[in-house]
């Protein structure tokens, strides 16, 4: 079935750096969009990140320009989101989405904190 994966999440430092990966599974990978998003608790989901299809263009939301970097390996079905200089605001669980979206997967937790 069609399904997505996030990994990666962990408890770091103010100013350190994590690297989450999603895999996808169940459909043609390099057919979609991908999508970070992030969730604290009490809030809503709220959007972090994009790629293309081809990887050729991405997007970010304005807290996280110059500090967050996504990329995807088609061959491995894979998108990766680079977290650099990390700030408690940061702390979430983290998930991935393709668009049309699949149904959500369990997330991945990071906390930021000293």
């Known amino acids: 079935q069609v399904q997505l994966v996030e990994s990666g999440g962990n408890l770091v430092q103010p100013g350190g750096s994590l690297r989450l990966s999603c895999v996808g599974s169940?459909?043609?990978?390099?057919?979609?969009?991908i999508y970070w998003y992030r969730q604290a608790p009490g809030t809503q989901r709220e959007w972090v990140a994009h790629?293309?299809?081809?990887?050729?263009?991405?997007t970010y939301t304005e807290s996280v320009k110059g500090r967050f970097t996504i990329s995807r390996d088609n061959a491995k079905n894979t998108v990766t989101l680079q977290m650099n200089s990390l700030k408690p605001e940061d702390t979430a669980k983290y998930y991935c989405?393709?668009?049309?979206?699949?149904?959500w997967g369990h997330g991945t937790q990071v906390t930021v904190s000293s």
């Open positions: 790629i293309t299809r081809a990887g050729n263009i991405t």
């Open positions: 169940g459909f043609i990978f390099s057919a979609y969009p």
């Open positions: 989405n393709r668009f049309p979206p699949a149904p």
